[in-house]
């Protein structure tokens, strides 16, 4: 029966090595299931958020999985849109890896979603924040926005699901999978506009918070700078991000699955974000530090104490910042393997310190006198969700590289001989 | 969110309409998505191939 589910032309582990290989994760999968089980039993005192910290490890891990998902929306336009109307030469390279940020975005926006559920710690009141909506909230719009945009995506994944084997030999399935590829195009545009506006908007949400000097921002009409920083960031780093897992996928399966223009493409577009991002971001910082933080009655280093010393501000914009932008940017740098994987583990380490600085650094910041510099560290639960998150992104991710055609330059980068010929339709979607 | 729930209100308010209409041109463009995909399955699984061909979306409604 497995053999039967594994694309045409192409060669997978023995089922007995991927069960055993997926034991890990499902371990992970399960040290979340307990965590969210007390979670929901005893109540969020099962984590080590407060009154002060009322925003924790998951808002950093929703935060972060968000923006790099952002790789399936930018891909996605990148390759329907702008691909298809203005740019018609490079569209072929982002088709190899539109499938996989497909299925990335899928994994990260789902698994924000499923965390966000445990961190209300109300779940059964959910839908209050549709029903009752208050329009006039970053958060309202963000809830929308996420919800939304899970919806396309699963639009997106479900063309690629149906292209199974198996799948794709009825009739219903086949057809109804090939035109829901043929108007994808559409739900690119709309995945497009909703990211836009919820990638800005968790920005904004911290920009707006006026009695936060450190997070606080003024900006554009409603919009606080952070709104355009967050989504400038995001579509900086969900492409390297991208770029990184297919880069795993490459190692742990030690099969070249996209050609190696696919991957400079990648960094190319990466680097030049993340080099406009660090030159807005820098002009940001100073503005805030000799704007927001004087008429706060602060001083620059009231906001890094320990803990959370100066050290994020050099690692954020310094370290995981500009230098990855000059690697990614430079040509003789990302043409080498290591420097190109090396620059985009770094943009995406910034992108996670800069979410995890607005997250945590916001909120330890003390605002009246008789508060005091906080510090915060995640409960066994809290970790426990982030792992299991992680184990059932990864699960995911390898049943959809086993199962379905994810790659469709795989069969051509690595010919399989059947009776004597290669083989090389693995069922990829193809155009009608 | 609907008209039938208590907060809903039909005076003129730009953000309310701003943001549900948005919510809801959003909503209408994925239905109409869907349900392009299932008639259009519809019609080649019941054999009417002609009507099919003619609503077959070409460029640019497709960007392709």
Known sequence: MDLALIPNGVQRCSLKTFVLWSLLWLALIAWGVVSAFLVFWKGLNQTNMNHYFAFGLWIVFDL???????????????????????????????????????????????????????????????????????????????????????????????????????????????IFGDTLHHVVA????????????????????????????????????IWPW????????????????????????????????????????????????????????????????????????????????????????????GIFGVIPAIILITPKFRERDNLLVIGALMNVIGL????????????????????????YFPSWQEWGIGFGVIGYGILIFALSYRYLPLFPQEPALNPVEVLGGVVTDSGAIKRS | MFPFVFEWSWAWD???????????????????GLLYAFVMTWLKLTGREELYERLWLRFPFTLW
């Open chain 1, 352 to 375: 996670v310190i800069n979410r995890f600085v607005f997250s945590i650094q916001t909120l330890a910041v003390p605002v009246m006198p008789f508060d005091q510099f906080m510090t």
């Open chain 1, 64 to 174: 972060s999985l968000i923006a790099l998902g952002a790789g399936a929306f930018f891909t996605g336009f990148l390759t329907h849109i702008v691909g298809a109307v203005f740019i018609y030469s490079f569209r072929e390279n982002l088709r190899a890896i539109i499938n996989a940020a497909v299925v990335i975005g899928f994994i990260c926006y789902s698994a924000a979603i499923a965390m966000l559920g445990v961190d209300i710690g109300q779940p059964l009141r959910a839908w209050f924040i549709f029903w009752h909506a208050n329009v006039h909230s970053m958060l309202t719009e963000v809830t929308f926005c996420i919800s939304a945009y899970l919806g396309v995506l699963t639009i997106e994944y479900l063309p690629l699901i149906l292209s199974n084997r198996k799948l794709k030999q009825l009739p219903e399935f086949d």
């Open chain 1, 226 to 317: 952070t709104f355009f920083l967050f989504i400038h960031s995001s579509i900086a780093a969900g492409p390297c991000f991208t770029l990184l897992c297919i880069w795993v996928t490459q190692k742990a399966t030690g099969k070249q699955l996209v050609r190696k223009a696919t991957f400079t493409l990648l960094a190319k577009i990466s680097g030049w974000l993340l080099a406009t991002y660090m030159i807005v971001k820098i002009a940001d910082t100073i503005a805030w530090a000799y704007g927001v933080v004087p008429r706060a009655g602060l001083s620059f280093m009231d906001f890094y104490q320990a803990p959370y010393g100066v050290w994020l501000i050099i690692a954020e914009i």
């Open chain 2, 14 to 32: 730009a953000g309310r309409i701003v943001f549900m209409g948005l919510l809801y041109m959003v909503l209408g463009a994925m239905g109409l």
């Open chain 1, 186 to 221: 559409l739900f690119a545009a709309v995945g497009t506009f909703l990211s836009f506006f919820h990638q800005g908007s968790l920005g904004g949400m911290f920009g707006v918070l006026f009695g936060r000097p450190f997070a606080f921002r003024e900006g554009f009409f």
